[in-house]
Structure formats: C-alpha cells, structure tokens
C-alpha cells in the first residue's frame, strides 16, 4: 500500500511542476485535463503527508522516552500514545482512498421514481420523495430538470422522472435504487389505521453517447399528440414522442415540451441511461449475483427503507440504521443517510480486497 501511496505523491508532484510551466494556460484542454488528475489526487496525497508526518512523530516521541528527565518522558509517552491512535484512523482512510473507484461516481443521473402497492397513497408518495431528492439536490447546488411525470387526481404522482446535475451527483445517490416503503395514516382515513404503501426508485447515471451506441435502426420512434389538461398549447401539436428500442423492447415516453425536437432529445437520454443500467446490472450480476443495483417489483415484502411517520423514524434495512428525524429527511436533509451507505459499502469493499 505504501510504495503505491508514494508513486501516487511523485506523479502529483509530476502534474504541479507542469501546473506551474507560464505556458500551461496556452492549451486549455491540456490544462483542464491536467487540473482534473492533479484534484482527483490530491485528498489521497494529503492524507498520506499527514500519515508521514504522524510516523516522524511517533519516531522523534520514541527518542524521547530515554530522555532523563521524566515529565519530558511522560510527555513523549503521552504524545505517543495520541499519535499512535491517529496513524491508525490514517491508515484506515488511506485504504478507502485507494479503493478502485466507481467510473461513474462523477456523473449525473437519471432519477425514475414509481409508485406500487397502496393506491393513491403510493402516489402521494412519490410526490413527496421527488419533492426530497429536489431540496436535497437544491441544498448540494444540483441541477434538477424533470423530463416525464404523470399526475393522479389527489395530487400524488404515478411516475416522474427527472435529471440531476452537479457534483458527483451519482456517487451520493447511488444507494437509493429500491423499494422505499411508507407507514402512515392516509388523510382519507377515517378510523386512524396505518396505511403501508411503496414506491420503486431508480437511480441511473446519465449516459453519454460516447458511453452507449444506439444505431438508428434499433429505434422505432413515434409521434402523438401529447395528453394532459386541455387548451395548452402543448397539447394542441403532436409533439409527444414514444421510443421504443427493438433489441430490448425498452420503451421511454416524453411529452412535457412543446417541442418534438426537444422531447426526442429527452427520451433519448432517458434511454441511453437505463441502457447502461443494464450493461452495469449484467456485469455486476456476473461478479456477485446477490449484489442487485435495480429497482424491485414494487412488493410489500421488498424493501430497502422505511419510513413511519407515527413514530417519526426512517430505518434504512441494508444497514440496520435507524434515525428518528423523519421530517427533517423528507426536507432533503438526508446526509446521514448517505454518509452511513457510503461507509457501509465501502467497508464491505475493504472487507472483499482482504478475502
């Protein structure tokens, strides 16, 4: 681990002598690119100086401690023992630094979110999760652009799908693809019975073309007049779009603009992310078949969260984690969530590389 923490700090070192050459700014997409590899190394660079300079300390400490005199002893011993614990803490982060890296961790996504079992309460359901990841994203600085949604009468959603853009948007959302389930007592209930209720949630990095091919022969596009409230001018053109890929039969629909152009520009997106999705949960599914990243069938018994509101609480099941602040989470204020998922996941890769 070592030797391989020094070539990474002599090849950082490598990229801020040619971030310091006066003719660097000359070529932009050297710079950028240069830039780029100089940040992606620069946690795992400082970490590993802090991680020397605790081993020099613990080192001049062990000198000390057959000085004569003895409050400079005890001293050094004390030092000793505080530097010994915080080399440990460096060490253990270093591993999780040097873990491969997910390739698409620095991407954007695609967020499809669906209701199941429980009615319009699964609905009013959904409105509220995308109503979350909104000010969740809102809070990171994110970009939210709603592509597709599909509205109930109660004011729930049935679908929405939507892209998230920003920083590293993908790698702090990943780990909410599931079954999230609901407990709470409907507003239309009468005698105060809790209600059980579950919404599917995707989380798909956003393909770029480069990342999937679609030959035109493999769609089949068609073109309708969009539906919705009546007399909008969105409604009185054919500007919706159905596309439907062939080989997979995947079929993605998109109607909220005015525009056909823009609405295939959409779909296509759409598309080329739940196409990578798939080539993903294919390779995942041949390295470990009990690793799943989708979505479930949108049953009862499937879930990875829960989230009751008569006792205030959302319990995520992958991690055994349960948190009583249900209100501030459904406010978008869900980083002890993630951050819990992260460390998890990362533990379980830890645990995988020393097997």
Not at 19 to 31: K, V
Request: with cysteine; aromatic share 6%; hydrophobic share 35%.
């Amino acid at each position: 681990m070592f030797g391989k923490l020094a070539d990474i700090e002599v090849k950082y070192e490598k990229l801020e002598q040619e971030l310091s050459q006066p003719d660097i700014f000359n070529d932009q997409d050297r710079y950028k690119k240069i830039s780029k590899a100089h940040a992606d190394l620069s946690d795992v660079v400082m970490l590993y100086r802090e991680y020397k300079q605790c081993s020099k300390d613990i080192a001049d400490n062990e000198e000390m401690l057959h000085d004569s005199d003895p409050e400079i002893r005890e001293m050094a011993r004390v030092e000793m023992d505080e530097s010994q614990e915080r080399l440990h803490q460096l060490e253990a982060r270093l591993k999780v630094l040097l873990l491969p890296k997910d390739p698409m961790d620095d991407k954007n996504i695609i967020l499809e979110i669906r209701a199941g079992t429980g009615g319009d309460e699964a609905a009013l359901f959904v409105a509220d999760l995308y109503r979350m990841y909104t000010r969740y994203a809102e809070a990171n600085r994110w970009k939210v652009e709603e592509m597709s949604s599909s509205t109930t009468g109660s004011g729930g959603l049935k679908e929405v799908i939507a892209s998230i853009s920003g920083d590293k948007v993908y790698s702090k959302l990943k780990y909410e693809s599931g079954t999230h389930r609901v407990q709470r007592v409907p507003a239309t209930e009468s005698q105060g019975r809790i209600h059980t209720s579950v919404v599917t949630v995707a989380i798909m990095p956003e393909a770029e073309e480069v990342d999937i091919h679609i030959k035109p022969e493999e769609l089949r596009i068609d073109v309708f007049r969009s539906s919705g409230p009546g007399g909008q001018s969105v409604n009185t053109t054919d500007s919706a779009i159905r596309v439907t890929h062939v080989p997979t039969g995947m079929i993605v629909i998109c109607q909220d603009e005015k525009s056909q152009h823009k609405n295939k520009a959409k779909a296509l997106k759409v598309l080329r992310s739940r196409l990578l999705q798939l080539e993903q949960d294919k390779a995942k599914a041949e390295e470990d078949a009990t690793r799943r990243s989708q979505v479930g069938t949108g049953d009862r018994s499937e879930r990875i969260r829960t989230y009751n509101y008569p006792q205030g609480r959302v319990s995520d099941h992958r991690i055994n984690l349960t948190l009583h602040k249900l209100p501030q989470i459904m406010e978008g204020e869900f980083d002890d969530l993630t951050d819990a998922l992260i460390s998890h996941f990362q533990a379980e890769s830890l645990k995988r590389q020393g097997d």
